[in-house]
């Protein structure tokens, strides 16, 4: 049997997974974090992207996409508190090219700094969702 660490992916909205896993890769801010069991306790900030969780007998990753938020690693816990999480199964690629298209034409139409900010931090969570798309798509062979 494979070593496991439990890891905890929760939303303001609800709990999206609770549960263990072999390896867990997080999207940090400064790139991406591969977490295995017994890994040093660690804190830092996550940026919008996709969480990918090999579960032990499973042979597909589990996807979930996150906005952002915080992950707070312990040896036998990793726990993953998120701005929004959405299960990668969930996702709406329609949705989200619809809001990549709107930040986009913001950032060339922009009327203010703060518009402007929020437009790139949409923009990047609209890139990042359908980025997460592909990666299921591509796991199941699409």
Excluded: C, W
Excluded at 78 to 84: F, M, P, R, S, W
Excluded at 107 to 120: E, K, L, M, T
Aim: net charge negative; no cysteine.
């Amino acid at each position: 049997m494979a070593m496991t660490v439990h890891v905890d992916v929760v939303s303001a909205e609800e709990s999206i997974f609770a549960g263990l896993a072999e390896v867990v890769v997080v999207p940090g801010e400064m790139g991406e974090l591969g977490i295995y069991p017994r890994h040093t306790a660690l804190m830092t900030r996550i940026k919008p992207g996709s969480v990918r969780l090999k579960l032990p007998e499973q042979e597909e990753e589990v996807l979930i996409y996150v906005s952002g938020g915080m992950l707070e690693v312990q040896p036998s816990v990793v726990t993953i508190l998120a701005d929004t999480a959405i299960r990668g199964a969930d996702l709406d690629e329609a949705r989200a090219l619809e809001a990549k298209q709107a930040a986009e034409e913001a950032i060339r139409n922009h009327a203010s700094d703060v518009d402007y900010a929020q437009a790139q931090a949409e923009l990047a969570e609209a890139i990042a969702q359908l980025h997460a798309i592909q990666q299921l798509r591509r796991q199941v062979g699409h």
